[in-house]
């Protein structure tokens, strides 16, 4: 595996600071932010001082029961070949569900959920994970995710998992050693045990990053400095293998440039004095049928995402409590995410942006991007806010805002003419996503 060296997250609003930064190795930066066109002049710049730049994607779900949908990794590819990038990442993680496989609406998470650790989930990740190798132009590596919840029935450990899959597939891992905490927090699962099942001679290359504990809940915010207890997991799996590169994650809250330096001096100081040590592995025997699996998974799934999303009920074996958190952490994530996506929306709203927003998104499960949620959300206020608790309703001067926001985006219409215009709206996207154009997941 080429090696990377220190690398830090390439967000738009710390671009500068990040050309400066001093040993800064290699980037990577988010592949659906990212348009092979229009390449932003900060990663040329990096590009043409030779610093190697990742596309990390967040949208391909790679671990749910439909197959890779073929217009996403085309534009996977694409961002790979525009960045000349020596490989891309995705995640093990599913982001939709519903549709064909289980007859029901199709739902969208918008942000990274669990498979199950089973052999179905695991048979049916094989099979995507070969269909992305195929179609991607440089290597593959995929990322253990963040949880807030563990899926009752599961066969396998987290390292016993990864180490079938890497032995299936070939791919290579993307280890977060963040992720590793959270789940030690979150689902009592040893960071220690996961890195002696799993094959770390597989790692491409390793996250580090920072969250908060709430009502002894670990977030993974990637807003907070990177805490002790993670760099600990990272001189743990220093002294079991030398990663090809270690990358600095911040998305939120950015601190000055001189902070997030002195954190990738402390990531530098925590590889080099990891002592070594030898480990082993196990390994489980597994079956192969994706057909079947994928109906298996798709159900549970689907069920999983409805009861987080649309106020279905809980699945058995689930510990409902923490399927709350992750249901409003959810919703959270739909509204910060609409705010970037539509940041006129907060400014025309003001204070009543939030509630509003999580009062539409608790009724309405968002199905096609956030792009399209935020469209939806500006029409369901125009054509509901009359029927809104106080704290929610936007004001006269919102409403008019908000009205030329929407007619700007969406052409300009009677009130009556919107139900067609939802209909044409629909078929749109339809023929979209048939001819592969992406959303954002």
């Known amino acids: 595996m080429e090696r990377l060296g220190t690398g830090i997250g390439w967000r738009p609003e710390i671009a500068e600071a990040v050309e400066a930064m001093p040993g800064v190795e290699w980037v ?24 190697t730049v990742v596309p990390h994607g967040v949208s391909l779900g790679l671990g749910g029961a439909d197959r890779p949908d073929a217009g996403r990794l085309a534009d996977l590819a694409a961002r790979a070949e525009a960045l000349g990038s020596p490989l891309v990442t995705e995640h093990i993680a599913f982001v939709r569900a519903g549709g064909a496989l289980t007859a029901s609406q199709p739902l969208e998470a918008g942000h990274l959920l669990p498979v199950p650790r089973t052999l179905d989930a695991l048979d049916v990740l094989c099979e995507n994970i070969r269909a ?38 070939g791919v290579r891992l993307l280890i977060d050693v963040a992720n590793l905490h959270t789940n030690h927090v979150n689902r009592g699962e040893d960071p220690a045990k996961a890195l002696t099942e799993l094959p770390v ?5 390793v996250h580090v990053a920072g969250g908060f504990e709430r009502d002894g809940v ?19 799996l220093a002294s079991r293998v030398s990663p090809p590169g270690v990358l600095l994650e911040r998305d939120e809250n950015f601190p000055a440039p001189e902070e997030l330096e002195r954190e990738l001096a402390e990531i530098g100081r925590t590889l080099t004095t990891a002592p070594s040590q ?45 399927l709350k958190v992750q249901g409003r952490a959810l919703f959270g994530k739909r509204a910060d995410v609409v705010a970037k996506v539509a940041p006129e929306l907060p400014v025309i709203l003001g204070s009543a942006y939030r509630p509003a927003f999580l009062s539409y998104a608790r009724s309405r499960p968002m199905t096609g991007g956030y792009r399209r949620d935020a469209l939806d959300f500006a029409e369901h206020l125009l054509d509901a806010g009359q029927h809104m608790d106080a704290g929610s309703r936007p004001d006269a001067g919102a ?17 009556s003419a919107r139900p067609v215009a939802r209909l044409a709206r629909a078929a749109r996207s339809a023929l979209h996503r048939a001819r592969g154009v992406p959303e954002l997941a």
């Open 28 to 51: 990577e930066a988010v592949a659906e932010n990212v348009c092979p066109g229009h390449v932003p002049d900060s990663l040329l710049r990096l590009r043409e001082r030779g610093v």
């Open 218 to 236: 670990w977030h993974d915010s990637h807003a907070h400095p990177v805490p002790r207890p993670v760099l600990d997991i990272l001189a743990d």
């Open 201 to 205: 001679e597989a790692i491409a290359y």
């Open 278 to 322: 030898d480990h082993a592995v196990r390994r489980v025997t597994l079956a192969d049928d994706t057909t079947a699996a994928r109906h298996r998974l798709a159900l549970a799934q689907a069920s999983l995402l409805s009861s987080l999303v649309a106020g279905t009920p809980a699945p058995e074996g689930f510990d409902h409590a923490r």
């Open 399 to 415: 409403r008019r805002g908000l009205e030329r926001w929407w007619r700007e985006r969406s052409g300009p219409m009677p009130p």
């Open 132 to 169: 992305a190798q195929d179609a991607l132009p440089v290597p593959l590596a995929v990322e253990n995710i963040a949880a807030l919840f563990s899926w009752p029935g599961e066969e396998m450990t987290e390292g016993q998992f990864l180490y079938e899959l890497v032995e299936r597939t």
